[in-house]
């Protein structure tokens, strides 16, 4: 049992640049959570699933896509990435009691 | 507009001291409130999760309040340890089921 896994761990992209960020768990949760986190400030909603074949926005959406490919797997994309885009990619899963299990991160710098 | 503030930003005390951080929230309508710890570099541990209906839970040497009334909760880290620290953030989620994140308390146990 991994709980919540992420790949890759470290990224580095040159601005414009494309890339996925991979998450999968393996608690059959329904809904998965993807946030960014910067110095100084709390967690920020990018994305969420609330099931399988559902994607909804959240707190900061632009310049990212996902795909709930199954019910395991959650992916983030970034088309084009910017400077400001630099920031650690935490995946989550919610449990039946909307108890939150965090992967251990994907840090992405963009140059 | 939820907002949950952590304060202070960060804390050093010596080993063997009791110790609470402050979490503090506007909006009393919230579904749950939940406490992480996050090592450096690493993801975030579910530390505690108390329902909207309750007031405390307890994990060791780990206790964690809720007041909604005064839109405040508190976690209460017994007989310190150096492995104790870490950053600790509170989150509170609203009746859309998101969860709302403070900055966090960075704490420090010296040995």
């Known amino acids: 049992n991994a709980g919540v896994t992420q790949t890759p761990k470290f990224q580095v992209l040159k601005t414009g640049q494309s890339m996925t960020l991979q998450c999968a768990q393996d608690?059959?949760?329904?809904?998965m959570y993807w946030y960014r986190q910067d110095p100084g400030m709390g967690l920020r909603l990018i994305y969420y699933?609330?099931?399988?074949?559902?994607?909804d926005k959240g707190e900061v959406p632009n310049g990212y896509n996902v795909s709930r490919l199954n019910k395991r797997e959650f992916s983030l994309r970034l088309e084009s990435a910017a400077p400001s885009q630099t920031s650690v990619y935490f995946c989550?899963?919610?449990?039946?009691?909307?108890?939150?299990?965090f992967g251990p991160g994907t840090r992405l710098t963009v140059t | 507009k939820q907002e949950v503030t952590q304060i202070p930003a960060a804390l050093s005390v010596p080993e063997g001291e009791n110790l609470v951080l402050n979490c503090s929230f506007t909006?009393?309508?919230?579904?749950?409130l939940q406490w992480f710890r996050q090592d450096p570099g690493k993801g975030l541990t579910s530390l505690l999760l108390?329902?909207?209906s309750q007031r405390e839970q307890t994990s060791g040497r780990l206790n964690a309040s809720l007041d909604k009334s005064s839109g405040r909760s508190t976690l209460y880290i017994a007989a310190s340890q150096p492995g104790d620290s870490a950053t600790y953030l509170c989150?509170?989620?609203?009746?859309?089921?998101?969860?709302?994140w403070g900055a966090g308390t960075k704490l420090i146990i010296k040995p």
């Open positions: 989550a899963s919610i449990g039946r009691v909307y108890e939150q299990y």
């Open positions: 608690m059959n949760h329904n809904s």
């Open positions: 699933s609330a099931s399988e074949g559902t994607t």
């Open positions: 909006d009393s309508a919230i579904y749950n």
């Open positions: 108390i329902q909207s």
């Open positions: 989150a509170v989620m609203d009746s859309n089921y998101q969860l709302i």
